[in-house]
């Protein structure tokens, strides 16, 4: 008999077997109306009695889990929630020879609270450092100095959970602003964002998908010189973060980032993709940290004197990095 044959014999005889074995355990007969029953029935120990059972892990708040993406929660009636942001630019073209920098710090205070389930009203101060030194474009400038005030609007209109894991947000932020982003130059420019967001459950509890589509039109006036100003910039943004550790999450970052000249996108003058990791982590159940890093990977500025120049640094920076505190209460 070949090795194969005595292999399959034996593999039948231990499986007709199996049933005979398990039987003779329920019965001296091999066969059993119910469960295994012992003549002394143990009775749990005051150990097991006292132990409760392990509670089930509560949803995840998402609406700074993602890094400069930014997710859908919007809490319930009643929390309130202080805000400390900031955002350093580092980085653009050098404009000739000798020592050349470029660093913007953008940093504001905000105020959050919710009337009613699902609906977020924010109040934000701001205020922004500038050190520029030869850089393409721009004129040398060092000060730092307040940037005027916003206020956020957030509606959800789905909650993510283990059991419907799409959560959906739209949010609309209008702020006046006194100095140029880029330039940095005084001016009075009032400008709107739009904000669409959504966020999923991949694996309940463990993996989410965070996603933004913003548009924001930007209409103002330069101080001393008079001349107008109009930009817009649009932005998709997408995160993939994961629980790394017990409430701290971590992954990558990717977006894709166009800016114009005009209020409604219509000479493109920059475009970037951005790629990081993002970290989020609780340190309490009111209190959290958020940090994340942005460093352009592709770009283009639409000036023909840098059209065959790597990255778009017309409008955008080659590094950004964001810091977020939150205190709930």
Known sequence: MTPVRIAVALLLAACSCAPALAGSEDGKDGKSDGPARSSKAKSPSPETKAKPSSPEKEDVDTEHLFGFTEGSDAGEKGQQEVVFDSVSRIGKRRAGPGPSHYRAFDARLGYQFDPIDRLSIEFSAFGTLHRVRTIADLDDKAFGTFDGASIDVKYQFLKGSAEQPVGFAL????????????????????????????????????????????????????????????????????????????????????????????AFLNRLESQALTLGPALHHRFTEKAWITLAYAGQIWGRDADPAFARRALGLGQFERHAVRLKLGLEF
Request: hydrophobic fraction near 35%.
């Open 171 to 262: 949010e609309v932020r209008p702020r006046f602003t006194r100095i140029l982003p880029v330039e940095g130059n005084g001016a009075d420019v009032f400008d709107i964002e739009t904000l669409a967001q959504v966020d999923v459950q991949i694996v309940p509890n463990t993996l989410w998908y965070g996603g933004n589509v913003s548009f924001e039109p930007a209409v103002g006036r330069q101080r001393g010189s008079g001349e107008g100003y109009r930009s817009s910039t649009f932005v998709w943004s997408n995160a993939l973060v994961g629980e790394v550790a017990d409430k701290t999450y971590l992954g990558p970052e990717l977006r894709y980032l166009r800016g114009y000249d005009g």
